[in-house]
């Protein structure tokens, strides 16, 4: 079985260990459309994204829900609980960005004999920092029950 | 404010407070789709993908991604729409009211702002979801791109076959124009674009 992290292990500032990248390539983006069946030619098609205003095709919201909430699904193991998940998409990230998801423990408590963890979490690009600023309250185990 | 922009934003506040009827999603969970969300973004939780692990597990095997519960809710296997011309198989008609609340607006691009989404209880393959919307509001903020775009905050609760709520989410959605939809002033100018 995988190592679980619990309640007691974890304070509030550190950050989560399951960071990781992911280059906004061809195949990328034809994972993206894959991956969530979201076909709308805004986030794969270059110059119906042009002619919508838009510098480039972007990347969706199915895209970035599974990357973001990720990073805390890894951490969390097999007996945490994702109990609340938000995300605000600020910037876009387009094709040939290289996104990095991140998170940081912000807040830890009991609560009607649960153990709560409050999370920053947040996908970043090398063209404008934070892009996708988001937010996770996790329910982890606690050691002994 | 431009006095077409008004008086679109007039009507959508008169959708204020409706509600949809519950929608069913097509698909009920499967492995295949979860396997291609998590191939999308090089996740490899066994939780997922791993039936003899998951079996061991608190979970008794595959659990869906949370986030991805709201995909299955959907009718097709895809969170939005991609378009009356993308779906398959096509719309029927007025298909798309049934599900979502989309007031008028005076562009038809879109771009999803997300919002808090809670999730209570687990899903598994197999499991059939569906879903119902609530429009919260609807108001006009300016964005780089468009200086009237609309913005439309909904609640929407997903369900499983018992009708138990597994996720709730709230969430913003900002409307907006093309550069030549934006330089018309009235509805039969943004026909001609459009058409």
């Not at chain 2, 061991?56 to 991609?82: E, N």
């Not at chain 2, 702002?113 to 879903?131: H, Q, S």
Request: neutral net charge.
């Amino acid at each position: 079985m995988r190592p679980q992290v619990y309640f007691e292990d974890v304070k509030e500032g550190d950050e989560l260990p399951t960071s990781y990248s992911l280059h906004l390539d061809e195949l990328r983006m034809h994972l993206q459309t894959s991956g969530t069946q979201d076909y709308h030619r805004q986030h794969h098609d270059v110059e119906f994204a042009r002619k919508q205003g838009q510098p480039n095709a972007f990347i969706n919201t199915g895209f970035y829900h599974a990357a973001l909430s990720r990073v805390v699904t890894d951490w969390m193991g097999d007996e945490g609980w994702l109990q609340i998940f938000s995300m605000q998409m600020r910037k876009m990230n387009y094709p040939q960005d290289t996104m990095t998801m991140k998170g940081k423990i912000t807040k830890k408590y009991i609560k009607d004999s649960q153990g709560y963890v409050e999370c920053e979490v947040w996908a970043e690009n090398q063209r404008e920092g934070v892009t996708t600023p988001g937010s996770a309250i996790v329910i982890l185990p606690l050691r002994g029950k | 404010m431009s006095e077409y922009c008004e008086k679109i934003l007039a009507v959508a506040k008169t959708w204020v407070g409706r509600e949809t009827k519950l929608v069913w999603g097509w698909y009920p969970v499967e492995r295949e789709p979860i396997r291609r969300w998590c191939h999308m973004v090089n996740c490899n939780n066994p939780l997922y993908l791993d039936e003899q692990y998951a079996s061991k597990t608190r979970w008794g095997g595959i659990i869906c991604p949370p986030l991805m519960i709201l995909v299955f809710g959907h009718r097709r296997y895809g969170l939005s729409s991609s378009g009356p011309e993308i779906d398959w198989p096509p719309p029927k008609e007025g298909e798309e009211e049934s599900g979502q609340l989309v007031p008028p607006t005076a562009g038809k691009s879109a771009a999803n702002l997300g919002g808090p989404i809670e999730f209570l209880k687990v899903v598994r393959p197999g499991d059939r979801i569906g879903y119902k919307e609530k429009l919260v509001d609807v108001y006009i903020k300016p964005v780089r791109f468009d200086p009237e775009a609309f913005w439309i905050a909904t609640e929407t609760i997903y369900v499983n076959q018992y009708l138990d709520i597994v996720a709730k989410v709230s969430n913003t959605m900002m409307k907006h124009r093309s550069p030549e939809e934006i330089k018309a002033t009235t509805p039969e100018q943004v026909h001609l674009i459009r058409h």
